[in-house]
């Protein structure tokens, strides 16, 4: 079920949150939701399974206006929000049963639904005690059991994976992965790492507004620009191997890395390679190379280039 996001407006006061937001989410698509906190993410989610309305635009869910029909709407997503609200006095299993009847499960079925999701979600243990009893990272997958319950078409996760041990993650990201395969997932999280190795697509959104669109990789590609290299050099001293690379004329920046007492990051000039000036560089210095190794920029690179 395709979510279509169309030049929607919503301000706090004087605070304009979202700024004529327009993006796309295709059936079977996971969509990494990126932005600094107070970009608008949170406000965008709300807006989709319509906890708010937007002032201007509209957000059709399968072509269904949240503005015309909210109620058909909701039926057909499952959300995990920020803070996960849960009724603490609740045994797990009888939570589950609570909101399922919400969500209108059949009773015929609501029963396999209930297990299922203790299964996937991984509760098997937690089934019978109280909600108030468990670890946060055992709430979070009570959290994403109710989300999922009336096996909806679209799921909007909010930080889905806070709280969780690094085994938690794993298998909760490998289970968002599964479900993304014939669901529509829009996924916001800080860890980016994990945002790389579980989403389709990144959407890094800014005051409100979109800064960046694609594939994890397009937007790696995209930030690269400059040749960039990690560059080892032994037989000088530190501070006389700094001033002869900074002499180089392909040369625009030179740091100190923060991983070794002779490594240092040089940037080139637009368009031009350092490697083999460096490389005769230490020739005729007598110097030796240790490494010469480009750098790659990462997720968490690109969200910083675009969010400062």
């Given at each position: 079920?395709d979510i279509?996001?169309?030049?929607?407006?919503k301000s706090?006061?004087s605070?304009k949150?979202l700024d004529n937001?327009?993006?796309?989410?295709k059936?079977g698509?996971i969509?990494?939701f990126l932005g600094?906190?107070g970009?608008?993410?949170?406000?965008?989610?709300?807006?989709?399974?319509?906890?708010?309305?937007p002032?201007?635009?509209?957000i059709?869910?399968?072509?269904?206006?949240?503005?015309?029909?909210p109620?058909?709407?909701?039926k057909?997503?499952?959300y995990?929000?920020?803070?996960?609200?849960?009724?603490?006095d609740?045994p797990?299993i009888d939570?589950?049963?609570f909101?399922?009847?919400l969500?209108g499960?059949p009773?015929?079925?609501l029963?396999?639904?209930?297990k299922?999701?203790?299964?996937v979600?991984?509760?098997?243990k937690?089934?019978?005690?109280?909600?108030?009893?468990?670890?946060?990272g055992?709430?979070?997958?009570?959290?994403?059991?109710q989300?999922?319950?009336?096996d909806p078409a679209v799921?909007?996760?909010?930080?889905?994976?806070?709280?969780?041990d690094p085994n938690?993650?794993i298998?909760?990201?490998e289970l968002i992965?599964?479900?993304?395969k014939?669901?529509?997932?829009?996924?916001s999280?800080?860890?980016?790492?994990e945002v790389e190795?579980t989403?389709?697509?990144?959407?890094?959104?800014?005051?409100?507004k979109?800064v960046a669109?694609?594939?994890?990789?397009?937007l790696?590609q995209k930030a690269?620009?400059?040749?960039?290299l990690?560059v080892?050099?032994?037989?000088?001293?530190?501070?006389d191997?700094?001033?002869a690379?900074n002499?180089?004329s392909?040369?625009a920046?030179?740091?100190?890395?923060?991983?070794g007492?002779?490594?240092?990051?040089?940037?080139?000039?637009?368009?031009?390679s350092?490697a083999?000036?460096?490389?005769?560089?230490?020739?005729?210095?007598?110097?030796?190379?240790?490494q010469?190794t480009?750098q790659?920029?990462?997720l968490e690179d690109?969200?910083r280039?675009l969010?400062n």
């Amino acid at each position: 079920m395709d979510i279509l996001v169309e030049n929607i407006t919503k301000s706090y006061g004087s605070q304009k949150a979202l700024d004529n937001l327009s993006f796309k989410v295709k059936t079977g698509e996971i969509l990494g939701f990126l932005g600094p906190n107070g970009a608008g993410k949170t406000t965008t989610m709300k807006a989709i399974t319509c906890f708010l309305s937007p002032e201007q635009g509209d957000i059709k869910v399968g072509g269904r206006s949240v503005r015309e029909k909210p109620d058909e709407v909701k039926k057909d997503i499952g959300y995990l929000p920020e803070n996960n609200p849960l009724y603490l006095d609740m045994p797990v299993i009888d939570y589950l049963a609570f909101v399922g009847e919400l969500q209108g499960v059949p009773k015929e079925k609501l029963k396999d639904r209930i297990k299922l999701m203790i299964k996937v979600c991984g509760l098997t243990k937690e089934k019978h005690k109280k909600i108030g009893e468990l670890s946060k990272g055992y709430r979070q997958r009570v959290g994403l059991a109710q989300a999922l319950i009336h096996d909806p078409a679209v799921l909007i996760l909010d930080e889905p994976t806070t709280g969780l041990d690094p085994n938690q993650i794993i298998e909760i990201r490998e289970l968002i992965k599964e479900i993304g395969k014939e669901k529509t997932v829009i996924l916001s999280s800080h860890i980016l790492a994990e945002v790389e190795a579980t989403c389709d697509r990144v959407v890094i959104i800014n005051n409100g507004k979109i800064v960046a669109d694609g594939t994890p990789e397009q937007l790696r590609q995209k930030a690269q620009g400059n040749e960039s290299l990690k560059v080892g050099i032994e037989g000088g001293e530190k501070n006389d191997v700094y001033t002869a690379l900074n002499e180089l004329s392909p040369v625009a920046v030179v740091d100190f890395a923060d991983d070794g007492d002779n490594t240092f990051i040089v940037e080139s000039k637009p368009g031009m390679s350092s490697a083999k000036a460096i490389f005769d560089l230490c020739v005729e210095k007598g110097w030796y190379l240790t490494q010469l190794t480009p750098q790659e920029k990462n997720l968490e690179d690109v969200f910083r280039e675009l969010t400062n």
